[in-house]
């Protein structure tokens, strides 16, 4: 493993030298470290040749020489010498200190190793103070020591060259790590070569894997570092010092630790020795349930499998293992990862089993504690269905298994349940652990689509389909026919597959980037479980045929033509290049579940009727391709339209008054107050009001109020109506409620007979009216309430009644044992009629408990009751006098025109005992004159009897 500068200049020199070699029993072993080598040439000629160096005599040569003599005796050395006198020996350990300083000395440093892959055997030679020529090639060769022995013939000697750089480098690749090799080194020039001593080796012991143990286990060896070569005598020596690399190795723990029952129902456990390990390992095994207390039972094991004999069922195991080599010095490895072992009663082979519909499966079982026969077991599929007994197969004492044919979904479920049994005569015993049958329909739906940019396609299935702990791994493959869609073959070995990357979610989805838009794209979805790859049934998508354009865009709404037509307008997309139809959404008020639909073939306008025009429209526009494959695009963003005025207000608001009546100054405010107009009515907004105020000479004059729903002004004797005009961004209202003021309509004619109130509930009254017999029927009815428990004016309110009811319900919350006040005032159409007043109280069981017309209900009853009877009696006496008086001064005709020519006496002389009915009217002054102004007139029934 080294050269000699002493031979490198015999060699230059046209001199070919052949270092013999021992046997291969007393071959250097290279150790796991670095080493030395020394050379010695006892031919002074040999030396002389070589012009560039020659070594001189030592002045203390006889006495180094001997105390090298003496310490190779006791070192750890080997030696070899040619016939020219040049020797070489290999040294391992340290250096005597007397020839360490010695000057004329060459250095050189040389280490064998295993690389840290176990692939590569390195050596590697490190000359110091050496002007090593570039004319010389170095390499290296090994030979199998099994194989030393044969013939040069039918042996081959792997040879591997060496590179040149700061330092020497050998290699030698594909090695049996624990096989014995020879190696040597040559140094080959024009003029010859020269061969190192043989050395031995086995790779396994020079590896410098890393070692994961604590330093504190680790056995090391230091030395110092130096570098020396020294001339004793004729004999050349190089010595190199280093630090000493472990020997002791400690492995990875093993893996893949799984169990399985044999077929005398034993759980045999086996495992993986740990990857890149080229020892021969031995292992301990250490296995415990926990209960009552971890309990460790240790197993040693040359194999890499253990039989584990009387487990005990239902009990959970903790396994581990551990490792070290075999042969050699070791370290024990970590524990590998815990294995559970649950043993139970019954175990099913596979417990899982993914198929798809229509295939057949095999399931086995394996009873840990029962023998088997053919007629004590039964197989059950969903708990109620009984497999006949010709699927059954035992295949021994303690297992059997069960075939299931043409397997289907239970309809229900994408799962069945698989139950082995115990049969007892007319009884299965069934234990809780059961095998599941996962059924894939391989017939997925996948749907693709391209995007608007026509630049991707997105394609999508229902992941729920594939189980997630059992299929993980699905992949949707694809590749793209060059022609149209007509031959679906997964397996066609002149075309790229592909794998897309999925997006997995709710929906499994992937994109594909790039595609032919015109080309068919043949893909499918596949799996592996268990070693099994399920493939689904492949489709083909043409993108062209599947483009989902970009929504359209810039949509407007208008309202046009005076409000009655609604234009709604956009841009159609850039791409796709082909014909669009565009469907049209939209709704009033923003309300999205009354969209109303319309269509439009390649245009970008619609323009629809309206019935409304004063609500706010919103809609939206998509499109789709138009007679032809395609998907709809995505809505575009709502739009609205704006709410602008299409004429003046229809109408005024509909008012009324509240008077407020000063005893002291004796004047009189009135707050006119009024109602919002719909929209309907405004057409459609309103900007303001402004009243417009009429006097009794016809003047009219106008007062802007703004936008409000109250205003309050004094009452003046020039004011005697009002109307409240409302106007918008067109103009004002042309029909408008005229309202007279006065300041006392209780002296006003009587038009109401009664007033009643009943309770509906809380948030209604019903009041209810008679009208006395009118000439003229009022208009309108204004119903007032409040509560006079609150005085505030603003808790006065009211409403209007149409003049065709006689009842109506006010809304308000009414509550209980408050007395509320309640009006009625009739209107017509110049004037107020007198209004009519009760007032009520609501009990607790929401009844009325008092609705009167006045407030002092004790004095008013008995005052009403003896004026009737006062009437009465007046009546009588009256009745009697004026009888008398009439009869006794009988008209005289010549004094009242209407008794001239009547005879009396001729009419009650026809008609005794008879009484007649008839009129007598009385219109005679005091001196018997005709009345020619202030008629009395006096009627009443006269009973006629004979004079």
Not at 158 to 178: E, F
Request: hydrophobic content about 35%; glycine content about 4%; some cysteine.
């Amino acid at each position: 493993m080294m050269l000699l500068h002493l031979v490198t200049a015999a060699l230059c020199l046209g001199v070919s030298v052949s270092v013999s070699a021992p046997g291969p029993e007393k071959a250097f072993e290279i150790p796991p470290w670095n080493f030395k080598m020394f050379c010695t040439l006892q031919k002074q000629g040999a030396i002389e040749k070589h012009r560039s160096w020659q070594p001189r005599e030592h002045r203390n040569s006889s006495s180094l020489h001997s105390s090298l003599s003496e310490h190779m005796r006791n070192a750890n050395i080997s030696c070899s010498k040619d016939q020219d006198g040049f020797g070489c020996c290999l040294w391992k350990e340290h250096w005597p200190v007397q020839l360490i300083n010695e000057e004329n000395s060459i250095r050189m440093d040389i280490r064998c190793w295993a690389h840290e892959d176990l692939t590569l055997f390195i050596c590697t030679l490190n000359p110091q103070d050496w002007k090593m020529h570039t004319f010389a090639k170095y390499r290296m060769k090994h030979r199998d020591l099994l194989y030393f022995d044969q013939k040069e013939s039918n042996v081959s000697t792997c040879v591997s060259n060496c590179l040149q750089q700061h330092v020497i480098k050998c290699t030698i690749s594909a090695l049996d790590l624990n096989r014995k090799y020879l190696i040597w080194i040559e140094l080959i020039t024009g003029s010859g070569s020269l061969q190192s001593p043989m050395m031995l080796v086995t790779p396994i012991n020079v590896a410098s894997r890393p070692l994961h143990i604590p330093r504190i286990y680790r056995r090391e060896v230091w030395w110092n570092q130096y570098f020396q070569y020294t001339a004793v005598g004729h004999l050349i020596i190089l010595f190199l010092g280093s630090r000493r690399l472990s020997s002791k190795v400690k492995v990875n723990p093993p893996i893949n630790l799984r169990t399985e029952m044999t077929v005398e129902g034993i759980f045999n456990l086996s495992w993986s020795s740990p990857s890149s390990e080229p020892y021969l390992l031995q292992y301990e095994v250490k296995y415990s349930t926990g209960i009552p207390e971890r309990v460790w039972k240790i197993k040693d094991v040359w194999q890499n499998s253990l039989m584990l004999h009387n487990l005990e069922s239902d009990l959970s195991y903790l396994i581990v293992i551990r490792c070290k080599r075999r042969d050699g010095p070791g370290f024990w490895s970590d524990w590998s990862e815990p294995l559970h072992v649950n043993v139970q009663e019954i175990t099913y082979y596979p417990s899982q089993v993914l198929t798809t519909i229509g295939s057949d499966v095999t399931v086995r079982c394996v009873f840990y504690n029962q023998t088997l026969t053919n007629y004590n077991v039964v197989w059950w599929l969903n708990m109620n269905e009984k497999i006949p007994e010709d699927h059954y197969s035992l295949i021994n004492n303690h297992e059997t298994s069960v075939t299931l044919f043409n397997v289907t979904s239970n309809g229900q479920s994408q799962f069945n349940i698989l139950q082995c049994c115990l049969q007892n005569e007319e009884r299965s015993i069934c234990n809780f652990r059961y095998a599941e049958i996962v059924i894939l329909d391989t017939k997925i739906n996948i749907s693709c689509e391209t995007d608007g940019a026509l630049e991707r396609m997105i394609c999508r299935w229902h992941s729920s389909l594939w189980k997630p702990e059992a299929a993980s791994n699905y992949k949707l493959k694809y590749y793209i026919e060059e022609f149209w869609c007509d031959n679906l073959e997964i397996e066609n070995n002149s075309v790229d597959i592909q794998d897309c990357r999925v997006l997995r979610n709710e929906f499994g989805q992937c994109h594909i980037k790039p595609i032919n838009l015109t080309f068919g794209h043949i893909m499918w979805m596949e799996f592996q479980f268990r070693e099994t790859t399920f493939k689904s049934a492949p489709i083909c998508v043409i993108p062209m045929e599947v483009v989902k354009p970009l929504a359209p865009s810039n949509v407007e709404a208008e309202i046009i033509l005076n409000g009655r037509y609604l234009n709604i307008s956009w841009e159609k997309p850039f791409l796709p290049p082909y014909a669009h139809l565009f469907e049209i959404q939209y709704s009033e008020d923003g309300i999205k579940s009354n969209w109303k639909t319309l269509f439009s073939v390649n245009e970008t306008f619609v323009i629809t009727e309206v019935a409304d025009p004063c609500v706010i429209y919103i809609a939206r526009v998509r499109c789709m391709r138009f007679e032809g494959p395609g998907y709809k695009s995505e809505w575009s963003s709502l739009i609205n339209t704006n709410v602008t005025d299409v004429q003046a207000p229809t109408m005024g608001p509909d008012c009324w008054r509240f008077i407020d009546n000063d005893p002291l100054t004796k004047k009189s405010i009135i707050t006119l107050v009024w109602k919002p107009l719909t929209k309907r009515e405004a057409m459609c907004t309103v900007k303001g009001f402004t009243l417009k105020y009429q006097s009794k000479e016809n003047i009219t004059w106008l007062e802007h109020v703004g936008d409000v729903t109250s205003y309050s002004f004094p009452l003046t004797n020039e004011i005697k109506s009002v109307s409240v005009i409302a106007f918008n961004s067109i103009g004002s209202s042309e029909r408008n409620f005229k309202l007279i003021l006065s300041k006392d309509s209780s002296k006003a004619e009587p038009v109401l007979e009664s007033l009643h109130a009943s309770v509906i509930n809380s948030s209604c009254v019903l009041l209810s009216w008679r009208v006395l017999p009118l000439n003229c029927q009022p208009t309108s009815f204004v119903i007032e309430w409040k509560s006079l428990a609150n005085k505030h004016a603003e808790d006065l309110k009211w409403t209007r009644a149409s003049e065709n009811t006689t009842s109506d319900c006010i809304h308000d919350h009414f509550y209980l044992s408050v007395e509320y006040q309640l009006t009625v005032y009739p209107i017509f159409s110049e004037t107020e009629g007198q209004p009519y007043r009760i007032y009520m109280t609501i009990n607790n069981e929401g009844e009325v408990t008092r609705a009167n017309n006045t407030g002092m209900q004790n004095i008013i009853l008995p005052l009403v009751f003896l004026s009737s009877v006062l009437l009465i009696g007046t009546f009588l006496i009256s009745k009697q006098r004026i009888r008398s008086l009439v009869w006794r001064d009988v008209p005289n005709p010549n004094k009242c025109s209407w008794a001239q020519g009547i005879n009396f006496k001729k009419s009650a002389s026809g008609n005794t005992g008879e009484t007649v009915g008839r009129k007598l009217v009385v219109c005679c002054n005091i001196d018997g004159t005709s009345l020619d102004l202030h008629k009395l007139e006096y009627q009443w029934d006269i009973p006629q009897y004979a004079f």
